[in-house]
């Protein structure tokens, strides 16, 4: 059974651009979390869609948004870029709402300049 | 003061030793306990889930929980320099979804 994929693999940006990046759930999991992951603060949850709908939401600015699609295909969009938001974004999926069994992608790398 | 605390190391132990790794956690609505494992440059690994207090054993790994303290630990046996990697613990209430709160991380490495 193929794993959770993410693309792009790794994405430069400028400041002030916005991004999108991709993930494919494994085959069968309907629950998508995304987290983002700095030296810093660590990983950080962002938010979680389940049925195309988002169920959680961390504590992070409305520049960033996500979405689901129907085949639980999820995207992150972060808009008007900032140099903090240079991070490893990471995708996670589940087989249902509230399973807290996650199984992560190996993550879209973001360099923003 | 963060909700989930781990020593970040780099705990360093010769090829064959039992490893130690601990979390600390002050939300006492945490309730499903995780440790992944991540190398560098990949996404987190699911090693161990485990739900309320008590201990789970998988092959070499080890995980116990002690809620009264709000302590877990992670014991991985014989360890093997493929272990050498960075470990997370993540927590969960019940109701949270699929929110989880991780520690910081702990950087093992076994040396041969």
């Known amino acids: 059974k193929a794993g959770v994929t993410q693309t792009p693999r790794y994405l430069i940006k400028t400041r002030g651009q916005q991004v999108t990046l991709s993930c494919s759930p494994i085959s069968g999991h309907r629950s998508v979390s995304w987290y983002q992951q700095t030296p810093g603060q660590g990983l950080q949850f962002l938010f979680e869609y389940f049925s195309e709908t988002q169920r959680n939401k961390g504590n992070f600015p409305g520049r960033f948004s996500g979405r689901q699609f129907s085949n639980s295909r999820s995207e992150m969009n972060v808009s008007t870029l900032e140099l903090g938001d240079s991070a490893l974004y990471l995708c996670a999926s589940s087989a249902r709402q509230g399973a807290n069994e996650q199984f992560f992608g190996p993550g879209t790398r973001l360099t923003v300049l | 003061q963060k909700e989930v605390e781990q020593d970040p190391g780099p705990l360093s132990v010769p090829e064959g030793a039992i490893v130690s790794l601990n979390c600390t956690y002050s939300?006492?609505?945490?309730?499903?306990f995780m440790w992944y494992r991540q190398y560098s440059r990949k996404g987190p690994e699911l090693l161990m889930y485990t739900y309320s207090s008590g201990n789970k054993e998988d092959g070499r790994f080890t995980a116990q929980v002690d809620k009264s303290s709000k302590y877990i630990s992670l014991f991985i046996r014989d360890s093997q320099p493929s272990d050498s990697a960075t470990y997370l613990c993540?927590?969960?209430?019940?109701?949270?979804?699929?929110?989880?709160?991780f520690g910081g991380g702990t950087r093992l490495m076994v040396k041969p």
């Open positions: 939300n006492s609505a945490f309730q499903y």
């Open positions: 993540a927590m969960s209430p019940n109701n949270a979804g699929n929110m989880l709160t």
